[in-house]
């Protein structure tokens, strides 16, 4: 297959932005690459309630090695996404650059 397409499975994807017409199918491929993976992240960040917050907290080293960047956090009955976090191991504190999370997935 040539240009923009693949075909995995039985399912046609594109690596297309928007909804294009696909050149190996010639309809219209809604499967792509923003919408597969991208648009619940990015409308979340440009959601007019997203919020940034900055928290410190004292975590154990048992948390703190299994804390990733996609971990999303519940404080106060509130979801955040971790957008930056720096640790210091000796004293178990984290300073955590956290995103208000509005995404239903």
């Known amino acids: 297959m040539f240009g923009q397409d693949t075909l995995i499975g039985t399912e046609n994807f594109t690596i297309n932005w928007g909804v294009e017409q ?3 199918t010639n ?3 809604g499967r ?3 919408n ?3 648009e619940n992240y990015i409308s979340n960040l440009f959601n007019f309630r997203a919020r940034k ?3 410190k907290a004292i975590m154990p080293i048992s948390l703190i090695t299994n804390l990733k960047l996609n971990d999303r956090l519940i ?5 955040y996404l ?3 976090f720096t640790t210091d191991l000796t ?3 984290v300073d955590l650059d956290l995103l208000t999370d509005f995404r239903t997935i």
Do not use: C
């Open 22 to 24: 696909s050149s190996f």
């Open 27 to 29: 309809q219209l491929e």
């Open 32 to 34: 792509t690459l923003f």
């Open 36 to 38: 597969q993976y991208y």
């Open 53 to 55: 917050l900055k928290l």
């Open 75 to 79: 404080i106060r009955d509130k979801r």
């Open 82 to 84: 971790i957008n930056s």
């Open 91 to 93: 004293t178990g504190v």
